[in-house]
């Protein structure tokens, strides 16, 4: 990976402010924000399961540095003791503004196989939360399925204003009770949900894609306002990755805006989609190439047509992998360079 000095780039992050983190309403949205005016993104590093921060160049979406010197800001303790496809989460309802998580796969890929991975792989999801974006605490390991799943994958979440609640959702396959060992043919996979408050208690998981025999992973949301959002997610059977579009709320009617088959990417995965800081109605959205250099960036200007093309990739790092991005203020974006800098 090559960085040009991080002093050129990140002049903003490298400021020692003095006064406290202002933790502002960070909700996505297709307007243009002015108190924005950069990105943080959070993933892991393929055959490195912690989760690494890196922040954008300015204001520029399409270009980020690592913070921390390329080191992990977060290292899991618990479970495999690895975690890939982190998500951040910013806080709804009373915590917007307040709290943040960050949640994530429990797998080390290294200690075992893909096969075992999804037969006897964790049914459950990492979670940390904070309060200012820099400082992450209270790791815990929430298990979410019971033991006729084979794994738990992907896991992200969404604020749901309707429920006052977060709408959680991962991939899991499933075996019959009469296979306890799974060594038998699984369900194919499909996207689960649960509601939770807290990030510690959640609800009785359910379908909420099930598109037997098709494989479906990698699920995330972009909210388009007045109850309308646009989902991207991987047909692990066809190594697809394709958008859909509801104008009538997340348990809505979903249609490919683009027609039936439409597609994005081909032999991509973990689709992370954002809102643009200074465009309106502008969004961006990282494809994994897992055979490749993992994440490359695409746009749009009309995510409603379900046409994406690709971005200007020259000053995007290599080897990102499954993650997520969050807007951020200036303040927010000095406190992490303060703490997590070169």
Do not use: C
């Amino acid at each position: 990976m090559r960085f040009v000095s991080l002093i050129a780039l990140l002049p903003s992050v490298l400021a020692l402010p003095t006064q406290s983190l202002d933790v502002g309403d960070l909700s996505l949205s297709p307007r243009a924000d002015p108190s924005l005016t950069g990105y943080l993104g959070v993933f892991f590093l393929g055959d490195k399961p912690s989760v690494y921060f890196y922040l954008s160049n300015g204001n520029n979406a399409n270009s980020m540095v690592a913070l921390n010197k390329g080191l992990p800001v977060i290292n899991p303790t618990k479970g495999t003791v690895g975690v890939r496809d982190p998500s951040i989460i910013p806080g709804g309802g009373s915590e917007a503004g307040k709290k943040w998580y960050i949640i994530g796969t429990d797998l080390d890929i290294a200690k075992t196989t893909w096969d075992a991975a999804q037969r006897k792989g964790s049914r459950s999801i990492f979670v940390w939360e904070s309060t200012d974006l820099v400082t992450w605490n209270n790791e815990r390991l929430i298990s979410v399925e019971d033991a006729t799943a084979g794994m738990v994958w992907a896991p992200s979440a969404i604020w749901d204003e309707a429920k006052g609640e977060y709408l959680v959702h991962w991939a899991s396959k499933f075996y019959p009770t009469s296979d306890p060992n799974h060594t038998g043919s699984p369900s194919a996979i499909r996207i689960r949900y649960a509601y939770t408050k807290d990030f510690k208690t959640f609800s009785t998981p359910q379908d909420y894609i099930n598109r037997s025999p098709t494989n479906i992973i990698d699920l995330e949301f972009l909210p388009l306002g007045n109850n309308a959002y646009a989902r991207f997610m991987k047909d692990e059977t066809a190594k697809t990755v394709f958008t859909e579009i509801s104008t009538n709320g997340l348990f809505g009617t979903w249609t490919r805006p683009a027609g039936a088959n439409a597609v994005i990417e081909s032999a991509v995965e973990g689709p992370a989609v954002y809102w643009d800081n200074q465009v309106p109605g502008k969004a961006h959205l990282l494809l994994d190439f897992y055979g490749g250099d993992g994440y490359r960036p695409y746009e749009s200007s009309d995510v409603k047509s379900g046409k994406w093309s690709a971005s200007d990739s020259s000053a995007w790092p290599k080897n990102l992998r499954h993650g997520s991005v969050l807007p951020v203020t200036q303040v927010q974006i000095e406190a992490l360079g303060k703490r997590w800098g070169a």
